[in-house]
């Protein structure tokens, strides 16, 4: 199945970890990446191939995984940081991508 | 500095063929492992991706949607094109197009372009 699972919602007070998972079955021996997309704007790669974070993403933001289930963790969680956010896999056998439904993280 | 932008109509009808434009700046598409990906988002919904161009001519297409889909690039003039036949207002969402650097983030999307509003109603 090429269905990645994530809550819908996570909440968290600013300054507290905040922690969003995604699982799916291709997850067992795929990699995966998570984007934050906040309103009106374009998603951001925060976290890549599980665990590696790109250049000016800020070390609060960590990745990742095991079984079938990869884990995004923010630490020391800012309001600036309240955001949609949605994992990717990628099926090397079949060549495609595909996204989980997205968490709406809240930070109150 | 990378850029993409994505461009085409804002409106079409039902069973119309969409067709868009993603014109970049910033790195080739003849570069070893560069690609470039369509992805879509309904009004309030999640992403989905569409499809996929990799600097090689490979084409990728989503499961779901790629008997009607149809992407193709043109590197002299720094341009992915997309296709999409049929379109019904289901379709009706914003279209981004995404780079990726296979070398740098293996299959993930590390620049978006603003994306483009399409709306499909007669």
């Known amino acids: 199945s090429d269905e990645l699972t994530q809550p819908p919602s996570v909440s968290v007070s600013p300054g507290q970890t905040a922690t969003i998972t995604c699982s799916g079955d291709?997850?067992?021996?795929?990699y995966a990446w998570w984007y934050q997309q906040k309103p009106g704007q374009s998603p951001v790669l925060v976290i890549?191939?599980?665990?590696q974070r790109p250049s000016g993403i800020p070390e609060r933001f960590s990745g990742s995984s095991s079984g079938t289930t990869a884990t995004l963790t923010i630490s020391g969680t800012q309001p600036m940081d309240e955001a949609e956010y949605y994992c990717q896999a990628w099926d090397s056998s079949s060549a495609y991508a595909f996204f989980g439904g997205g968490t709406k993280l809240t930070v109150l | 500095q990378v850029t993409l932008r994505e461009s085409g109509p804002a409106l079409v009808k039902p069973t119309q063929t969409l067709t868009l434009t993603c014109t970049f700046s910033?790195?080739?598409?003849?570069?070893?492992?560069?690609?470039v990906s369509w992805i879509r988002q309904p009004p309030g919904q999640a992403l989905e991706w569409l499809a996929r161009?990799?600097?090689?001519?490979?084409?990728h297409y989503s499961t779901s949607l790629k008997t009607r889909l149809s992407v193709s690039k043109d590197t002299s003039n720094n341009q992915v094109v997309l296709t999409m036949t049929n379109m019904s207002p289901v379709d009706t969402g914003t279209y981004f197009c995404?780079?990726?650097?296979?070398?740098?983030?293996?299959?993930?999307?590390?620049?978006w372009g603003q994306g483009t509003l399409v709306t499909v109603s007669s």
């Open positions: 890549s191939q599980d665990s």
């Open positions: 291709k997850l067992g021996s795929e």
């Open positions: 161009i990799d600097w090689d001519d490979d084409k």
């Open positions: 910033g790195f080739s598409l003849s570069t070893t492992g560069m690609c």
């Open positions: 995404a780079r990726t650097n296979t070398y740098d983030y293996g299959s993930g999307l590390d620049y």
